[in-house]
């Protein structure tokens, strides 16, 4: 698996876990919801991404 799947993989586990957890435990979960939605409107922007550069030091390849 490369890093642009894996990085895809982990934005949509994230983005459906924070809507659970908002809807089950505490709205403010949602507030996480919205931060991975903005880290990937920058990334398109930027060509940057954190989670790209956590995941290439953990040894998935490019």
Same mark, same amino acid.
């Given at each position: 698996?490369?890093?642009?799947?894996?990085?895809?993989?982990?934005?949509?586990?994230?983005? #459906? $876990?924070?809507?659970?957890?908002?809807? *089950?435990?505490?709205?403010?979960?949602? /507030?996480?919801? +919205?931060? !991975?939605?903005?880290? #990937? $409107?920058?990334?398109?922007?930027?060509? *940057?991404?954190?989670?790209?550069?956590? /995941?290439?030091? +953990?040894? !998935?390849?490019?």
């Amino acid at each position: 698996m490369n890093v642009e799947r894996s990085l895809r993989l982990i934005a949509g586990a994230f983005v #459906l $876990l924070s809507l659970a957890l908002g809807y *089950w435990v505490n709205p403010y979960w949602f /507030l996480f919801t +919205a931060f !991975v939605g903005l880290n #990937l $409107l920058q990334s398109g922007f930027t060509n *940057w991404c954190p989670m790209m550069a956590i /995941l290439r030091k +953990a040894g !998935v390849k490019a």
